[in-house]
């Protein structure tokens, strides 16, 4: 199976910083990285999908970007609905993985 | 815009097998572009990817679970199920149905609100 793992676990931040999580694939996934937002009580939703490509209806303020089997999602200007839990997916190869999850909390 | 919505008992009893299906609304289960899957959380915890169905029939699950999986597609009733036998405690999770499209490089963009099961006698 290929291993997901996420950095760091949590992390407080205030509205309006600029906020990164780190994403590692235990070997090559190409882009097959998605990244998914999921509020408490709710299901995930899908923010980008192929490493860097935002889905419909995601703001411009979510990123993504792809260094060999690093990834990062990068939020410019966090705003008071993204404090959430953000999880990482390669879906390159079955079974499809997950990381363990980023919770983003309110400083 | 395509909805799932996932229906089922929310308790089951050790032992027995968890029955639950995913009913798809505007739009078809038996889309060529997409894998119909399952994925669940236990409570406070992260997600599990349990398996998917094509259209077609053919299925992929998960080695931890693949021994218990089964992963239907109806297509007649525009719906997917899961079956999960011999549970204990350890699978009382949210369990959600998910649809991946092939063209957004298999990335799961719908998903339904989650079905919460409970195992317990």
Known sequence: DIQMTQSPSSLSASVGDRVTITCRASQSISRYLNWYQQKPGRAPELLIYAASTLQSGVPSRFSGTRSGTEFTLTISGLQPEDFATYYCQQSHTTPRTFGPGTKVEIK | ?121
């Open chain 2, 1 to 121: 815009q395509v909805q799932l919505q996932e229906s089922g008992p929310g308790l089951v009893r050790p032992s027995e097998t968890l029955s639950l299906t995913c009913t798809v609304s505007n739009g078809s289960v038996s889309s060529g572009s997409h894998f119909w899957n399952w994925i669940r959380q236990v409570p406070g915890k992260g997600l599990e990817w349990i398996g998917y169905v094509y259209y077609a029939g053919g299925s992929d699950s998960s080695p931890s679970l693949k021994s218990r999986v089964a992963i239907s597609v109806a297509t007649s009733k525009n719906q997917f199920s899961l079956k999960l036998t011999s549970v204990t405690a350890a699978d009382t999770a949210v369990y959600f149905c998910a649809r991946a499209g092939v063209d957004i490089w298999n990335a799961l963009d719908i998903w339904g609100q989650g079905k919460l099961v409970t195992v317990s006698s």
